[in-house]
């Protein structure tokens, strides 16, 4: 197995913010023509770059990545002869039956690679500095709206845009966002916000202040539902009182939001910070 192919691709793929899977075998039980230790970057659409085996044990392998691209989490799996094929979870690892007649058993780990998820933070405030130290290290890449700022100013932003016309073009609609504007410019904030038709939008503000700017854009026109859809306040309840916190708690909301798209379970959540 030449290294350099499913590095190469495993490379390309994130460069370009693509999700993918590195499988690696564990264990190979004769006859089977991967060894322990092969390795391959495997797409939800199926291309494998590497060697984790021939043609009995892709199908299973493919299957099991896309579950695994899907919710984030890595797996275990087990390919082994069986007659009946189908599969069987044994403890922690998931075991496909394989009708093929060349034999063998594998033992694979399928670990998924995912980009980081796009943020939108509008505000240049305590709370939204915060955000931009913190959100990256649990895989969020922060988009930034900061009202006449200036980019060197932010160099843990992916982006730094400074005008609300820049949005169309620079993130386009839906995603999550996040209002901390902590008033200085909080209907320009909420606006822009609105304007990419967010798929969750949380506001650091209390309820009594949220409640009146909220009537207010409702006067101006805008969207009802996609106004009164706002979370605030914003974040978990956790006491938070230091911008610093107040970014952990609001940060914890938008993690179980993808966790919720990520899974059909529900996650709890309560949104109680106010500042």
């Not at 590195?22 to 970057?41: C, E, R």
């Not at 038709?197 to 409702?218: D, G």
Request: proline residues 6%; hydrophobic residues 45%; glycine residues 10%.
């Amino acid at each position: 197995m030449n290294p350099d192919l499913w590095m190469s691709e495993a490379q390309r793929l994130r460069e370009r913010g693509e999700a993918f899977a590195l499988v690696t075998v564990l264990k190979a039980i004769a006859p089977t023509s991967a060894k322990p230790g092969d390795k391959a970057v495997v797409t939800a659409q199926g291309r494998i770059v590497g060697w984790i085996g021939g043609g009995c044990a892709q199908p299973a392998v493919i299957k099991t990545v896309r579950r695994a691209l899907r919710d984030g989490l890595a797996r275990q799996i087990r390919i082994t002869p069986k007659a009946e094929g189908g599969e069987l979870q044994l403890e922690d690892v998931l075991e496909f039956g394989m009708a093929c007649h060349s034999g063998g058993t594998l033992e694979l780990f399928i670990d998924p690679i995912l980009p980081a998820t796009p943020l939108l933070v509008i505000g240049d405030s305590p709370v939204a500095r915060a955000l931009l130290d913190l959100a990256p290290r649990v895989g969020f890449a922060v988009n930034l709206l900061a009202f006449g700022g200036r980019s060197d100013d932010y160099p843990q932003a992916q982006r730094v845009l400074t005008k609300a016309e820049e949005l169309a073009s620079a993130w386009g609609t839906a995603g999550w966002v996040v209002v901390a504007t902590q008033g200085r410019l909080d209907m320009e904030g909420l606006a822009a916000a609105l304007s990419v038709q967010p798929r969750t939008c949380w506001f650091v503000a209390s309820e009594r202040k949220a409640q009146v700017l909220k009537r207010q854009l409702i006067e101006s026109g805008q969207d009802r539902a996609r106004v009164e859809a706002i979370i605030a306040p914003a974040g978990e309840r956790i006491g938070a009182q230091t911008p610093e916190e107040i970014a952990l708690a609001v940060l914890g909301s938008v993690v179980a939001a993808r966790r919720r798209q990520a899974s059909p379970m529900e996650v709890p959540t309560h949104s109680t910070t106010e500042v």
